[in-house]
């Protein structure tokens, strides 16, 4: 992990200590802080803050979508007890619209930058709890997104994003999604240092896809009860996805079983899976109790991309692997420069990674 990493690691640590235990009501009415009530819009209030202010919503159910295109903005719940779900009524802005609950959205040259978003819940919606595009040092912390049709938390063409102490769970398709861009091919972004730590994944197709992407850290997330727990995925376009940390995650009984798309077979019983990757460290994880089918089934697994692009000189080093079926450890291509080393595990394919 570099020291880039960790400094957005504390960084973020320090946002989550503050503020923990206050109410709507106990919350002093300083300049700069816009307090929204059920019944309220919260999207009258987003549109009228200026960067730097906080918009504080207090506990209850909010039915509507949320555009947010202001840089330096705070918009923060109670926690679990602030929901906020699909209107009742027609989509009202582009974000309900694409099926969106919150949508944190720059634009090519002009991101949105320093925004945080915090201490709710998103659920129900036809495609994403949470999108985000063109951002830079978007924070999305202590965030609940389940239910949603197809991801949980996502983002697309962003640098130094912090997801951290987030819940995502029962999303159809991955809990944590960032990508270089979900509409068209290209080479992978450089993240700039993104993180996504100690979040919890549960009951998603997937529970982390990081797609085309470079530099970020997957660390000490909490990953179970997924078809599979961690996605790197790349192909053959260049640069190539990789050059990131994926350590310290506990991956346990990832068995689902889910159906086959037009991008991956159908899953069940994986725990890493790294398609067409390079440089990639895997490193002091507990992979355990995977058991499936699937080509991708296993507790570490390196496999040909979609296209047939091979992973090439990844690490795979000082794992705890154990009880995954067919392998703790599998190999399963002819990629250049791939190494397994330290691991503790039973079992491997082809014999004699472990």
């Not at 235990?21 to 009415?29: E, I, M, R, V």
Request: proline letters at 3%; aromatic letters at 4%.
């Amino acid at each position: 992990m570099t020291k880039r990493h960790l400094a957005y690691l504390a960084c973020a640590a320090a946002l989550v200590a503050s503020g923990c235990g206050a109410t709507a009501d106990s919350l002093p009415a300083t300049p700069g802080t816009r307090t929204v009530r059920p019944g309220d819009s919260i999207q009258k209030a987003v549109d009228a803050a200026k960067p730097g202010d906080t918009i504080l919503l207090a506990a209850g159910t909010y039915r509507e979508s949320v555009r947010v295109t202001t840089s330096g903005l705070t918009l923060r719940g109670m926690g679990r007890s602030t929901v906020i779900a699909p209107a009742d009524k027609a989509a009202a802005n582009a974000c309900a619209k694409a099926g969106n609950g919150i949508c944190v959205e720059g634009t090519q040259g002009h991101p949105v930058t320093d925004t945080t978003i915090a201490s709710l819940a998103l659920t129900g919606f036809s495609k994403s709890g949470l999108w985000s595009t063109w951002t830079d040092r978007l924070t999305v912390r202590h965030v609940t997104a389940e239910k949603n049709k197809v991801w949980g938390i996502a983002q697309e063409r962003s640098t130094r994003g912090v997801f951290l102490d987030n819940t995502a769970r029962d999303n159809g398709d991955a809990g944590l999604f960032l990508a270089n861009t979900v509409a068209s091919e290209g080479g992978a972004t450089d993240t700039k240092g993104a993180v996504i730590a100690h979040n919890r994944l549960q009951g998603n197709r997937i529970g982390v896809t990081v797609r085309r992407l470079r530099d970020l850290t997957v660390m000490s997330n909490d990953v179970s009860a997924n078809c599979a727990g961690v996605f790197v995925v790349g192909d053959e376009n260049r640069p190539r996805a990789g050059a990131l940390t994926v350590s310290d995650n506990a991956i346990r009984q990832n068995n689902k079983s889910c159906p086959k798309t037009t991008r991956l077979p159908a899953l069940q019983g994986s725990g890493i899976v790294l398609t067409g990757a390079e440089n990639t460290l895997v490193t002091r994880n507990t992979i355990t109790d995977h058991m499936g089918k699937s080509p991708l089934s296993g507790g570490i697994v390196l496999f040909r991309s979609m296209v047939g692009a091979s992973n090439e000189r990844n690490q795979i080093t000082g794992n705890t692997v154990r009880r995954n079926a067919p392998a703790d450890l599998v190999n399963g291509e002819a990629g250049k420069g791939n190494t397994f080393q330290g691991n503790t595990c039973g079992a491997s394919k082809p014999a004699g990674l472990c």
